[in-house]
C-alpha cells in the first residue's frame, strides 16, 4: 500500500531537513514525498534541492492568506501523489519513526476507515520535548452524531500533521471552495467534511512532533478576539457544509460551547470546593485565561465561591476582562502569601506546578489541578 506524504513549506527552511528526513527515515518503506514550496523567500529551495528521491514543486506565492494558501498547497500536492493513503505534514513538524507502518497497519485492518487521526507531541524550536501532548481529544466513536447531539465542535480534531486520508475520500472533496474564512485551515475543514461523510479513528498516540515556536499560524487564536472570530467561523463552516450535504445546521452558544469542553466533564467540584472552604478568607484565581480556564470558571462560578480572576502568562489576554474578572501576569501574584491557583491548563499542569514551586508555592496547600484524579 503505497503511502503518500504530502508536506506544505513556506519560508521554514531550518526544519526541513528534519522534517523530510522524519519521513525518509520511516519503519514502513513504500512511501513518495510531495512537497510544495509556496514561493519562499529564505533559503528552502536550496535544501530541497538535496534531496533526490522527493518531488518538489516550487510556485510563487499564492498570496491568499494562510489558510487559502495552505489549502492550494495540499491540493497542488494531492494531484502530483498516487498513494492509497495521504499523509499531511507542515514543513515545521515531523514524524515519529514508526508513524507511517502504525497508520498503514490500521487501514489494512481496518478497511471501512476513510480518516484517522492523533495527538502530537509538543517540542520547542530545537525540537526538545516540551512535556505536553496537543490538542486534547474526547474519545467520539460516532462524529456526525456527536456533534448534533450535542451541537459542539470543539476537542474533536487534531491538526495538520497528525491527519491520513484515504485517497477515494480526498478525490470526492477536493479542490476545497475558496470563501471569506480567513481563520478556517485546511485541517478544520477537512475533518469537519470528514465527520459529515466518513468514517473517522483516533489513535490516542502522539505519531508525529509539533514544533511551538514564534511563527505558527495557530498561536494567534491565543488572542481573545481572534478566538471569538475562529469560533464565530468554525460553525458558519460546519452549517455550510452540512446543509450542502443535505444535513441540518447546528447552533452555537457561550455557555453551550462551555460546558461541552474536555475541562468542564473532567472537572471535580468538590474537589475545588475543599481546596477553596479549607482557607476561604485567602484570595483564589485560576491560572489560564483560555477555553480551560474559562470552562473551570464557568462550571464554579455558580458555586458561591469568591474567584477573583485569571492568570496568564500570554500577555495578550493580561489587563483584558474575561467573563468580567480581570487577567493578570503571573509575576504580579508571584510572593504573593494571600494567593491560591486552581490550574486549569490540562496538558501543561507539570510545567505550571513547577513554576509554581520555583516561587515557594506548594502543592495542594496554594495551587491544585482542579480535575478529577485518573
Not at 471552495?177 to 485541517?187: C, L, N, Q
Not at 452549517?239 to 444535513?247: E, F, P, Q
Not at 475543599?274 to 485567602?282: A, G, L, S, V
Not at 458555586?303 to 476582562?321: A, M, V, Y
Request: proline share 3%; with cysteine; glycine share 4%.
Amino acid at each position: 500500500m503505497l503511502a503518500s506524504v504530502l508536506i506544505n513549506n513556506y519560508n521554514y527552511a531550518p526544519y526541513l531537513t528534519e522534517c523530510i528526513q522524519s519521513v525518509l527515515d520511516q519503519a514502513y518503506s513504500d512511501i513518495e514525498i510531495i512537497v510544495y514550496d509556496d514561493g519562499s523567500t529564505d533559503n528552502s529551495l536550496e535544501i530541497l534541492s538535496k534531496f533526490k528521491n522527493i518531488k518538489v514543486i516550487s510556485n510563487s506565492n499564492y498570496g491568499k492568506g494562510h489558510c487559502l494558501n495552505q489549502m492550494n498547497a495540499v491540493y497542488q500536492a494531492f494531484k502530483e501523489s498516487t498513494g492509497e493513503v495521504v499523509f499531511l505534514l507542515d514543513s515545521d513538524d515531523y514524524f515519529k519513526k514508526e508513524k507511517v507502518e502504525k497508520v498503514i497497519n490500521l487501514f489494512k485492518e481496518h478497511p471501512n476507515i476513510d480518516v484517522i487521526q492523533h495527538p502530537l507531541e509538543e517540542v520547542d524550536v530545537n525540537g526538545i520535548s516540551k512535556g505536553n501532548i496537543v490538542p486534547v481529544l474526547k474519545n467520539i466513536q460516532d462524529y456526525k452524531n456527536y456533534i448534533y447531539q450535542t451541537e459542539s465542535l470543539f476537542h474533536l480534531f487534531s491538526t495538520t500533521s497528525a491527519l491520513v486520508f484515504k485517497r477515494s475520500f480526498l478525490e470526492n472533496v477536493l479542490p476545497l471552495e475558496e470563501d471569506k474564512f480567513s481563520y478556517i485551515a485546511v485541517d478544520t475543514r477537512l475533518m469537519q467534511l470528514s465527520a459529515l461523510s466518513a468514517s473517522i479513528f483516533t489513535i490516542f498516540e502522539p505519531l508525529t512532533y509539533y514544533r511551538k515556536h514564534g511563527e505558527n499560524d495557530s498561536g494567534k487564536l491565543g488572542d481573545i478576539s481572534q478566538h471569538r472570530m475562529y469560533t464565530k467561523e468554525l460553525y458558519s463552516f460546519f452549517n455550510r457544509s452540512a446543509v450542502k450535504n443535505g444535513h441540518s445546521s447546528i447552533s452555537y452558544s457561550y455557555d453551550k460551547y462551555l460546558e461541552n469542553t474536555y475541562f468542564y466533564h473532567n472537572l471535580s467540584k468538590e474537589k475545588c470546593v475543599q481546596f477553596i472552604m479549607k482557607n476561604p478568607e485567602k484570595e483564589y484565581f485560576i491560572w489560564g485565561a483560555g477555553e480551560a480556564g474559562q470552562s473551570v470558571y464557568h462550571a464554579l462560578k455558580n458555586s458561591g465561591l469568591n474567584l477573583q480572576g485569571f492568570i496568564d502568562s500570554d500577555e495578550r489576554k493580561q489587563n483584558c476582562l474575561v467573563m468580567d474578572k480581570e487577567v493578570l501576569s503571573p509575576s504580579s501574584i508571584y510572593g504573593e502569601n494571600n494567593i491560591c491557583i486552581l490550574v486549569s491548563p490540562f496538558h501543561s499542569y507539570e510545567t505550571i506546578a513547577t513554576i509554581l514551586k520555583n516561587q515557594n508555592y506548594i502543592e495542594n496547600e496554594h495551587f491544585i489541578s482542579p480535575y478529577m484524579e485518573d
